[in-house]
């Protein structure tokens, strides 16, 4: 099976302008969260989406948005970008709710520069 | 509120030696559940293991083993004759029934040749 894909891998935008990052979880799960990861907060928790319906949202601004399809496959935006939201952007999936039962298969992440 | 603490931020062993990363959560809850996962250099995050918060019972796999004793809520992972390819960020997560899973900030093991 592939695993988790996460497109882009890297990008680079500047301060004010709004991104969209793009998740494929693995054939079968149905179940995707996402984690911001930087050197100084580590893994944060964004959000958590299962069959469409987002289960669980972090401590994130309002800024930080995301969505799931009937397909499984996630995205999520942030807009207005802030240098602070320079980061790794990591998505993960599971087969279950929230990788609790069989753990969390994560993606190599997509690197947001913001300039 | 749910915690995870990992107080060693960083360790480097000899090739060979074992060495023991520390993970020490809390919650209220009595029914969550623990895991590990490995970053390696390559940064790809990869699952290890899970545990239930009922089954204390501890796990070998291989090199890898888990001592998880809820009477000091501690969820410790031990690598026995440590490995160069060992060397990784390791984070220990919680998580409940209902809520996210969390993640400690990780600690960064530098396996020396």
């Known amino acids: 099976k592939a695993g988790v894909t996460q497109t882009p891998r890297y990008l680079i935008k500047t301060r004010g302008q709004q991104v969209t990052l793009s998740c494929s979880p693995i054939?079968?799960?149905?179940?995707v969260s996402w984690y911001q990861q930087t050197p100084g907060q580590g893994l944060q928790f964004l959000f958590e989406?299962?069959?469409?319906?987002?289960?669980n949202k972090g401590n994130f601004p309002g800024r930080f948005s995301g969505r799931q399809f009937s397909n499984s496959r996630s995205e999520m935006n942030v807009s207005t970008l802030e240098l602070g939201d320079s980061a790794l952007y990591l998505c993960a999936s599971s087969p279950d709710y929230g990788g609790r039962g069989r753990g969390l298969y994560f993606g190599p992440g997509t690197r947001l520069t913001v300039t | 509120a749910q915690k995870v603490t990992q107080a060693q931020t960083e360790i480097s062993v000899v090739e060979k030696e074992d060495v023991t990363l520390d993970c020490v959560y809390e919650t209220r809850d009595t029914t969550y559940y623990l895991f590990w996962y490995k970053q390696p250099p390559s940064g790809e995050l990869v699952f290890l293991i899970r545990r239930n918060s009922f089954d204390e019972q501890n796990e070998i796999s291989g090199r890898y083993s888990w001592n998880f004793q809820k009477s000091t809520s501690s969820f410790n992972f031990t690598i026995t004759a440590s490995q160069v390819v060992d060397s990784a960020v390791y984070f220990c997560a919680l998580g409940n029934r209902d809520d996210k899973i969390i993640f400690g900030k990780g600690t960064r093991l530098h396996i020396l040749p």
């Open positions: 054939s079968g799960h149905r179940s």
């Open positions: 989406y299962f069959s469409e319906t987002q289960r």
